[in-house]
């Protein structure tokens, strides 16, 4: 792994986006709306595996991911859950979302484009009452306090 990966994120395991795209668009959307991004950087290789490593993946049925961003987080876990486990992604960022959209192809996912407050509507919506693990990039400390404790 080299420093440039270390800093921007690994590669796409299907090598479909390099780390500067994902920087550029990461950079962008932090510029035009940093309330709904709370970063300028896509999640770094080292913070990837730190998120990911923890989690019970390989018998998890479904797996929650808050904050999406350019979907580095979202392939780890794809990579480590079973083949018939569903990940529930949110993206509070809609040219996040899409972006992650265009990139990420694996039924499996369903990216939201919501923020956490509407993780019991949708798992209602699909009928799912039990979460089996869940990761969040969340920019907490940019929230108001009565968000953040709701």
Do not use: W, Y
Request: charged letters at 25%; hydrophobic letters at 45%.
């Amino acid at each position: 792994m080299g420093p440039l990966n270390v800093i921007l994120g690994p590669m796409d395991p299907d090598g479909t986006t390099a780390p500067l795209k994902r920087l550029r668009v990461m950079f962008k959307a932090g510029v035009k709306d940093f309330r709904k991004t709370a970063s300028f950087f896509p999640s770094s290789s080292v913070l990837v595996r730190d998120m990911v490593e923890p989690l019970k993946l390989s018998r998890a049925k479904l797996v929650v991911e808050f904050g999406v961003g350019t979907g580095v987080i979202t392939h780890a876990l794809l990579e480590r859950m079973a083949p018939t486990a569903k990940l529930l992604a949110f993206e509070l960022n809609g040219t996040l979302a899409e972006f992650a959209r265009s990139q990420i192809r694996d039924p499996r996912l369903e990216i939201v484009c919501a923020g956490a407050q509407g993780l019991l509507p949708e798992l209602a919506a699909r009928g799912k009452r039990q979460i089996d693990a869940v990761a969040s990039s969340l920019g907490l400390t940019l929230m108001p306090d009565r968000t953040r404790h709701d």
